[in-house]
């Protein structure tokens, strides 16, 4: 099973920027689907983006499509999210994710999740 651990969350006002990162030990990262999920306070852990194998396919969720790009450098076997104009609405727990089909919004299509990093956005 594959480690995951995210890093790179912290406090920003409103139209900032943050990167997240997602290291991934092993040495088989290239073969995984990967994707990002947040959790606001209350909510339930939705969907943010996610990244074919070779990096040549994305996709967003409508929420952060434009504002949001998921990238991946398989040699570093490490995965990134550069988050842009940082909304309020966008404070929550930022997990990465393993999975095997790609395009799924779907929790229950990911195997292995990180610990999650803290993101603020005040306003």
């Known amino acids: 099973q594959v480690q995951l651990v995210e890093s790179g969350g912290g406090f920003v006002q409103a139209g900032g920027s943050l990167r997240l990162s997602c290291a991934a030990s092993?040495?088989?990262?290239?073969?995984?689907?990967m994707a990002w999920f947040r959790q606001a306070p209350g909510k339930d852990r939705e969907f943010v983006a996610t990244?074919?194998?070779?990096?040549?396919?994305?996709y967003y969720a409508d929420s952060v499509k434009g504002r949001f790009t998921i990238s991946r450098d398989n040699a570093k076997s490490t995965m990134y999210l550069q988050m842009n104009n940082l909304k309020p609405e966008d404070t929550a727990v930022y997990y990465c994710?393993?999975?095997?089909?790609?395009?799924?919004?779907?929790?229950?299509?990911?195997?292995?999740w990180g610990q999650g990093t803290q993101v603020t956005v005040s306003s």
């Open positions: 990244i074919g194998r070779s990096g040549g396919t994305t």
């Open positions: 994710a393993v999975g095997s089909t790609y395009g799924s919004q779907s929790m229950a299509q990911y195997d292995s």
């Open positions: 092993g040495r088989t990262f290239s073969r995984f689907i």
